[in-house]
T-cell receptor
Framework: NAGVTQTPKFQVLKTGQSMTLQCAQD?????MYWYRQDPGMGLRLIYY???????DKGEVPNGYNVSRLNKREFSLRLESAAPSQTSVYFC?????????FGPGTRLTVL | QKEVEQDPGPLSVPEGAIVSLNCTYS??????FMWYRQYSRKGPELLMY????GNKEDGRFTAQVDKSSKYISLFIRDSQPSDSATYLC????????????FGRGTSLIVHP
């Protein structure tokens, strides 16, 4: 039982490049989330998916897109990376109110 | 003003001390309260959760909710260097979205 897994663990991009962050959970949870965490800013919700086939914007969705591929997988895409997107990205899943987080992806945009 | 306020610290204590970590909130609809622990370069992990008011104890950890004051606390007894981490409070309302509102986290350092 791996819980929530994320790939890659680290990534360096140049401004304007694109990439997709992958997330998968094996707990059969309906809801999945993408957060970014920046120093002094705490966790900020980017997008979430309450169930397979649905996605909704969170607090800071600009510059990101998501895909809920199936019940297990929820990906986050940066179409044209900007230095302001340098952050640590966490994926989480939940059945009700308690969330289970992945180990994070450290992204640097130069 | 953010819905959930949490002092970022750092809070530095000697080993064996009793630690008190706190959050205040403004939304009276919050009924479900959680504490997450996040070690450096790791994802947050759920430590404890409580529903409505009162206390909940789990080993050296006690979570306390005072809804009349809109104030929640996490107490750590006999603190250990391994407790050094960032502690995030989170809370959500009963109805509607289950998405929690997080505090910014308090950094705790327990030195030997």
């Amino acid at each position: 039982n791996a819980g929530v897994t994320q790939t890659p663990k680290f990534q360096v991009l140049k401004t304007g490049q694109s990439m997709t962050l992958q997330c998968a959970q094996d707990m059969n949870h309906n809801s999945m989330y993408w957060y970014r965490q920046d120093p002094g800013m705490g966790l900020r919700l980017i997008y979430y998916s309450a169930s397979e086939g649905t996605t909704d914007k969170g607090e800071v969705p600009n510059g990101y897109n998501v895909s809920r591929l199936n019940k297990r997988e929820f990906s986050l895409r940066l179409e044209s990376a900007a230095p302001s997107q340098t952050s640590v990205y966490f994926c989480a899943s939940s059945e009700e109110r308690t969330q289970y987080f992945g180990p994070g992806t450290r992204l640097t945009v130069l | 003003q953010k819905e959930v306020e949490q002092d970022p610290g750092p809070l530095s204590v000697p080993e064996g001390a009793i630690v008190s970590l706190n959050c205040t909130y403004s939304n009276s609809a919050f009924q479900y309260f959680m504490w997450y622990r996040q070690y450096s370069r790791k994802g947050p992990e759920l430590l404890m959760y409580t529903y409505s008011s009162g206390n909940k104890e789990d080993g050296r950890f006690t979570a306390q909710v005072d809804k009349s004051s809109k104030y929640i606390s996490l107490f750590i007894r006999d603190s250990q260097p391994s407790d050094s981490a960032t502690y995030l409070c989170a809370m959500s309302a009963l109805g509607g979205s289950y998405i929690p509102t997080f505090g910014r986290g308090t950094s705790l350092i327990v030195h030997p």
